[in-house]
């Protein structure tokens, strides 16, 4: 399929309308973006690629970065990474420490602070160097160097750590946590300042339609039953407490982040990632919602 003139068409259509909603000022860094940004790219398998708007400028991907260390852990230790963390929606807030403490410290999900902290956890414990190991690690997902961390953004994070103090340390008396509790708030904001453009972090999400293999090199990432896996959280788990909303109107995996970007995959297809600062009430990107929305609209293909 030609996806150029629909990506355009996306584009434009959103473009023109009056834009709404809110930027993440809860983490001042984030605040200081200008709320008319708006960027758009698809990779597609077959080659053909396409983009408009602000596509190559770098942006804060915030808890996309979940999905890929999630990835990194899921490869490393196996089936016992289900024996810390579940695959269930949360139906609460992604920062809730009510169903964490009825649950006995055990997340619903890798994909919600608490979740994404565990995987920080396991991380900090199977490498030597997991900040430059990581970070290695998501450059050879994109195939490029060009990607780094915001050592400003990770530091603004944790000036207002609070709550994901609460949720590291409550998870540590149930004995989920093995590390020292300061050193996987650091790595969990670290890699939560990563910051990609949107062509980068669709070619970085590109294995997961290429059902676990990297596109760039031709090594396989991980299985094909762990792509899978992974795609399924993504596409009940994505979106806060706006998962169902975004498979009902979208119909594909997917993974958003406060920085305003969101990135889905068309398994066999194409992978996408959009880029709107301005959130929703559930802390979604509106203008990336709808675009992707009307990206599966007119191309009349999805997973569904």
């Known amino acids: 399929m030609e996806y150029k003139p629909i990506i355009e068409q996306v584009f434009h ?13 809860y983490i001042p860094e984030l605040a200081n973006i200008s709320p008319e940004k708006f960027g758009i790219y698809l990779f597609g398998l077959d080659g053909n690629n396409c983009e ?7 942006f804060s991907i915030q808890s996309i970065v ?30 809730s420490l009510v169903q964490l403490e009825y649950e006995k410290g055990i997340p619903r999900n890798p994909l919600i602070n608490a979740g994404a902290l565990v995987i920080c956890d396991i991380l900090i414990s199977e490498l030597e160097d997991p900040e430059n190991q990581f970070l290695g690690y998501v450059q050879g997902l994109s195939g490029t160097t ?9 530091a603004s994070e944790k000036k207002h750590a609070f709550r994901n103090a609460a949720l590291v340390n409550l998870m540590k008396s149930f004995g989920n946590i093995h590390n020292d509790t300061n050193r996987v708030l650091d790595f969990y904001f670290t890699i939560c300042s990563m910051e990609m453009t949107c062509e980068e972090l669709a070619r970085a999400f590109s294995f997961f339609a290429n059902r676990g293999v990297n596109y760039f090199s031709g090594n396989r990432i991980i299985s094909s039953s762990k792509s899978k896996r992974i795609s399924a959280i993504m596409q009940t788990c994505g979106f806060y407490d706006e998962a169902g909303e975004f498979s009902f109107r979208v119909g594909l995996p997917g993974k958003s982040g406060v920085g305003g970007g969101i990135a889905a995959v068309y398994p066999g297809h194409y992978s996408v990632a ?6 929703n009430e559930k802390g979604n990107s509106v203008r990336g919602m709808k675009a992707l929305e009307m990206l599966t609209t007119l191309s009349e293909a999805s997973v569904f």
């Open 274 to 279: 959009v880029w709107s600062p301005l959130l």
């Open 52 to 58: 408009a708007g602000d596509s190559q400028e770098k």
């Open 146 to 154: 060009r990607i780094n961390y915001n050592p400003q953004m990770a």
């Open 66 to 95: 979940k999905v890929l260390s999630l990835t990194m852990a899921f490869d490393i230790v196996g089936e016992k990474i289900w024996e810390r963390v579940d695959v269930e929606p949360s139906g609460t807030s992604f920062n």
């Open 13 to 25: 259509n959103i473009s023109n309308e009056k834009p709404t909603g809110m930027v993440a000022d």
